[in-house]
């Protein structure tokens, strides 16, 4: 067997250097070789030996790159397989691997589980849409004044309620100066009321209830006299300003300052003599003044429940706690409600002092002696508008038909609550009474009585004692810088602010005539030289506060 012989080619060598010499000095048989040299230079960079990853030849490549380039040959065409230069295909780790089969359970859980996405994204696209809806209309409708502005009158300042929330004031323990009338005591089998053994409401016409406005009362005429304090005011007044913040409507309070002396009154007929509904609710109420469920009728409806419930729910037996004086507005021949007036001073600073009548509505005895207690009612006009109905839930969720409460009348709420601080309540009977008919706003039934203490009561609506006295001690030291004459608090009705002008003497009279005055017309305030701190102090006192 004859073997067949390999020739190693002739390798040219360069002994004055690296790589292979120039053309010029190679021999004959070199230049002959099958080996293909590629033009080397010292100052070009090293290449690959080979290239099989292009396909073409680009137009820009240099000279000498072409011979690594891969030539056609007809006699390789029938063996010859180009390679596939595609990137290989991603993986995507999301999908189900081919070899494992989607169980029929799986795919039925996932098919409802984006049922459930799809519809929690649709509830919360109608809630918000519903939510501007009823912001837009909560913001459409037109809150009149509570008090027409007179082309007279000039305004002196305006306050925002945001300077009201950083205010703190320590105020110390109050000292009582008299106390008035009788009280009755508490029926507590109205604790034991649901609406499954409701009572009905009773009407007590022949009942006297006094709103009495501070420069009237007796009492306190009595007590300015012998300088007992230079700020006089009732807890109705007082708990307005408390939670101004808090308020929606409009309200009005008539300030007088007489010598050193400053009274807070209110006008015969106010609208501090009713009770709001539904004020800081998102849907706003009927305008119209005839329909019963306008924002002026549920208020008159409030009032006229609240004062039957406070008598209805006593023991009527003749049983009563009498105080040092008689009740100061009752006649001789009238027959008074259960109310008890209890005159208290506060010390605001060491030169101001503030004195408040105060309300207790009935007596309770209990094993540490005789509490008393303060009665007030919240009433259902409609169950579709307000969401809750009390005769399902007041047994069963009575936490949720309270929030629902607190949501649509926080004012008001945190009005009783304050009033029921003032006057050192020990509890706070909170009734709630209902139409028997959504379309009869004559006939009421009490449905359950919940009781409350008013500092846990506070707490829980978030009602800071130290801010309450802090919004009371700012809007005190800016009145006592005005000089003598009569002037009025006025609750923007469209915004959250209070205006204060100066009014004639003789406003709010019998024979004063009022004539509106357009908004746009109305005298703008001065303008304030400078503004310094005084006039909305932020004073914090170490006086540990008890109300």
């Known amino acids: 067997m004859v073997r067949a012989g390999f020739k190693v080619p002739d390798v040219v060598e360069n002994p004055e250097g690296w790589g292979p010499p120039e053309s010029s000095t190679l021999p004959a048989a070199a230049a002959q070789s099958p080996l293909l040299l590629a033009p080397f230079a010292k100052n070009e960079k090293l290449g690959r030996a080979a290239d099989w990853s292009r396909s073409y030849p680009s137009r820009g490549m240099r000279a000498g790159e072409s011979v690594f380039d891969f030539v056609y040959d007809e006699a390789d065409e029938d063996t010859f397989k180009p390679v596939d230069g595609k990137p290989p295909p991603r993986r995507n780790y999301n999908k189900w691997r081919p070899n494992q089969r989607l169980l029929p359970q799986r795919k039925d859980e996932e098919l409802e589980a984006k049922k459930r996405e799809a519809e929690k994204e649709k509830q919360r696209r109608d809630k918000q849409y519903n939510q501007n809806r009823t912001s837009q209309r909560r913001e459409a409708a037109a809150f009149r004044s509570s008090v027409d502005i007179q082309p007279e009158w000039t305004m002196l300042d305006q306050i925002p309620f945001t300077t009201f929330s950083k205010l703190n004031f320590n105020v110390g323990e109050p000292e009582d100066l008299a106390m008035c009338g009788a009280l009755e005591y508490y029926d507590k089998a109205y604790d034991r009321v649901t609406p499954k053994t409701d009572r009905r409401l009773e009407r007590f016409k022949n009942m006297n209830f006094f709103k009495v406005t501070t420069s009237d009362d007796p009492v306190i005429r009595r007590l300015a006299s012998e300088d007992k304090a230079t700020v006089f005011a009732t807890d109705n007044i007082l708990s307005t300003l408390m939670c101004a913040p808090r308020s929606v409507y409009s309200w009005d309070i008539v300030v007088q300052r007489v010598g050193n002396k400053l009274f807070f009154d209110k006008r015969d007929n106010s609208q501090l003599d009713l009770l709001s509904v539904n004020e800081t609710c998102q849907e706003p109420l009927p305008e119209a003044k005839e329909d019963i469920n306008s924002a002026h009728s549920l208020s008159v409806e409030a009032a006229y429940i609240n004062q039957n419930f406070s008598q209805q729910v006593l023991v009527r037996d003749g049983g009563k706690v009498q105080f040092q004086e008689q009740n100061p507005f009752a006649g001789d021949s009238e027959v008074a409600a259960s109310v008890a007036y209890r005159y208290r001073r506060w010390k605001l600073d060491d030169e101001t002092f503030l004195v408040a009548r105060c309300e207790l509505h009935s007596v309770m005895e209990s094993k540490n002696g005789s509490v008393f207690l303060t009665l007030n009612a919240l009433n259902e006009f409609d169950p579709k508008l307000s969401g809750v109905d009390w005769r399902q839930k007041l047994e069963t969720q009575r936490g949720a038909v309270l929030a629902t409460e607190l949501k649509n009348n926080a004012n008001k709420l945190a009005k009783w609550t304050a009033q029921a601080l003032l006057a050192s309540a020990d509890v706070m009977k909170l009734g709630y009474v209902s139409r028997i008919h959504p379309r009869d706003h004559y006939n009421h039934t009490v449905l359950s009585v919940q009781g409350h203490k008013p500092k846990d009561f506070a707490a829980q609506i978030n009602l800071s004692t130290n801010n309450m006295w802090g ?77």
């Open 471 to 547: 919004i009371v001690k700012s809007i005190v030291d800016v009145c006592l810088k005005l000089a003598e004459g009569k002037y009025v608090l006025v609750k923007d009705p469209q915004k959250p602010q209070v205006r204060l002008y100066l009014v004639p003497s003789d406003a709010f009279e019998n024979d004063y005539v009022e004539e509106p005055l357009p908004e746009e017309e109305q005298v703008p305030p001065p303008p304030a030289e400078e503004e310094s701190g005084d006039a909305k102090p932020n004073e914090e006192k170490d006086v540990d506060a008890d109300v």
